[in-house]
Each structure stands twice: as structure tokens, then as C-alpha cells.
């Protein structure tokens, strides 16, 4: 027995979605949470607990992302989700286009963020970058709901 088929047993949410797609589905969900907590931190000026914060989140962020794509690849991806979907293939693919090139420029702008941060570290240019990042992180959030109801609630 494959001690990763549990991924592909039925989700938690009582969609049609897996496993795995409600446990990525509620940890995105709760990721601007998670960030505005790590920002309250730095505005606390407990800066040593916002650079943890961030940190963790941020690697969490990536495991979560390669658990997710390996669900994706193993399942059959996007198409075998849209299969029992109401919602136009069409515009289910912009959506989901739309969603994927915010979360990566986030992911980007994020790494950036943090690997940068010694060098903008209480200064305009690192505050400014935070909230492009943290607008980045509820924008991928909002989207990533979007895409997994037009494909297993719709």
C-alpha cells in the first residue's frame, strides 16, 4: 500500500475534491492570517519573532506547494478536476491561469523579501516590499478559493 493514498481518499470539505486539494485548499486559506500575525510582530518590534515567523511560514508555504503539485501530477491534473465540473473549461483555465502567475510572482516576491531583508531591515523599502508581498499572499489566497470552487463546488 502506497503510504501516500490517503491524498486521493475524499476531502474534508464534502466536495469532490481529494484529500489533499481541502488540506492545500485550508492551509491557503489561512496563510494572510498566518502573514498578518508574522507582520504584527515587526510593528511590535519583536523583530527576532517576525524573522522566524516569516521564515517558517515561508518554508511551510513550500512544502505545502510541492505536496500540492505532486497531488496535482499524480491525479491527473486540471482536466480530470474539471471533469465533474459545471463551471466552462474555458474560464475555469483563466481563472486558474490568472491564479497561478499571481501566486508565483508572490512566491518570487516573497523569497526576495525575506533573503533581502538584512539589507532593507526596518527601512521604507523593506515595509513596502512586505505589503506588496502580503497583498501578493491574500490575492494568491482569494484566488486559490476561487479555483478550487470552480472546479469541485460549481
Known amino acids: 500500500m502506497n503510504h501516500l493514498e490517503y491524498m486521493f481518499h475524499q476531502g474534508f470539505f464534502n466536495t469532490r475534491a481529494p484529500f489533499f486539494m481541502d488540506m492545500v485548499t485550508f492551509i491557503v486559506s489561512l496563510l494572510p492570517l498566518l502573514v498578518a500575525t508574522a507582520i504584527w510582530f515587526a510593528r511590535k518590534k519583536q523583530y527576532k519573532t517576525h524573522i522566524f515567523f516569516q521564515i517558517l ?5 513550500v512544502v505545502v506547494l ?6 496535482v501530477r ?16 474555458s ?20 523569497a526576495a523579501t525575506i533573503f533581502l531583508s538584512k539589507k532593507m531591515l526596518q527601512s521604507k523599502k523593506h515595509k513596502k516590499a512586505g505589503l506588496i508581498t502580503f497583498s501578493g499572499v491574500v490575492l494568491t489566497s482569494l484566488t486559490g478559493i476561487w479555483v478550487y470552487f470552480l472546479m469541485f463546488v460549481y
Open 57 to 61: 511560514i515561508f518554508a511551510f508555504s
Open 66 to 71: 510541492t505536496y500540492f503539485e505532486y497531488g
Open 74 to 89: 499524480v491525479s491527473g491534473g486540471f482536466n480530470s478536476f474539471m471533469e465533474g465540473s459545471g463551471v466552462s473549461h
Open 91 to 110: 474560464y475555469a483555465s483563466v481563472v486558474l491561469v490568472f491564479h497561478i502567475v499571481i501566486s508565483s510572482i508572490t512566491l518570487f516576491l516573497w
